[in-house]
C-alpha cells in the first residue's frame, strides 16, 4: 500500500474540490469487523489514501435504513466484503440482501472482494448471492477471513474508484 496520495482518485472537473469519492462498503458485521474496522483494516487504509468510506455498523437510537440508503445514495463505488453469509436475509428493512439487490440495480460499480472459506469452493452460502455475484462472470479478488490486507488491494480498489469517478464526472481524475 503506498502512503502518498498521489494516486488517490479525486473529483476534477466542474465538480473539482467540492468532495472526496465516496466509497460504500457493505458488509456482514459479524464476519468481518477486523478486516473493515480494525486498525489495520480496509476502511483505515482507504481513509489513509483520501477517500471518504462509508461503513455502516449498528446504530442504537439511529435509523439503520436511512443511514445505509443515504450512504448507498453518496456512494461513487461500492466495495463488497463477499463473506460465507453476505447476501443472506436478517431484517425486514435491511440486510446485505437488500444491499445486494441495490447495488445491482444502481447501475454503479462495485468491487467485490471473495472472502469466502476454501472449503465452499470460494462461493456464497446463500443462492441470491450466487446469482447476483457469479464468481465465473464477476471480478474479484481474494482476502481470506483473519488473514492481513492483501498488498494490492488497497490500490486495486483506488484504481476502480478513479475509473468510476472518472465515468461520473466525465473527465479522467486527477
Known amino acids: 500500500m503506498s502512503s502518498s496520495n498521489a494516486s488517490s482518485p ?3 472537473g466542474a465538480g ?3 468532495r472526496k469519492p465516496v466509497l460504500f ?3 456482514r458485521m459479524g464476519e468481518c469487523k477486523e478486516e473493515v474496522k480494525g486498525e489495520a ?3 483505515n487504509a482507504l481513509e489513509a489514501e483520501g477517500v471518504d468510506v462509508l461503513v455502516v455498523g449498528e446504530h442504537a437510537g439511529g435509523d439503520l ?3 445505509v440508503s443515504n450512504g448507498m445514495e453518496r456512494a461513487d463505488l461500492f466495495v463488497i ?3 460465507k453469509t453476505y447476501g443472506k436475509k436478517t431484517s425486514d428493512l435491511i440486510d446485505t440482501f437488500r444491499e445486494m439487490q441495490r447495488i445491482k440495480s444502481s447501475g454503479k460499480p462495485f468491487f467485490l472482494i471473495n472472502m469466502n472459506p476454501e472449503e465452499s469452493l ?5 443462492e441470491a448471492a450466487n446469482l447476483l455475484l457469479n464468481l465465473d462472470t464477476t471480478a474479484w479478488e481474494r482476502w481470506e477471513v483473519g488473514a492481513k490486507l492483501p498488498n494490492k488491494l488497497v490500490q486495486n480498489i483506488l484504481a476502480k474508484l478513479a475509473e468510476a469517478v472518472g465515468k461520473t464526472t466525465g473527465t479522467k481524475p486527477t
Open 25 to 27: 462498503i457493505s458488509w
Open 41 to 43: 483494516g480496509l476502511q
Open 81 to 83: 466484503m463477499g463473506t
Open 16 to 18: 473539482a474540490g467540492l
Open 65 to 67: 435504513l436511512e443511514a
Open 122 to 126: 470460494m462461493r456464497f452460502e446463500q
Open 10 to 12: 479525486q473529483m476534477s
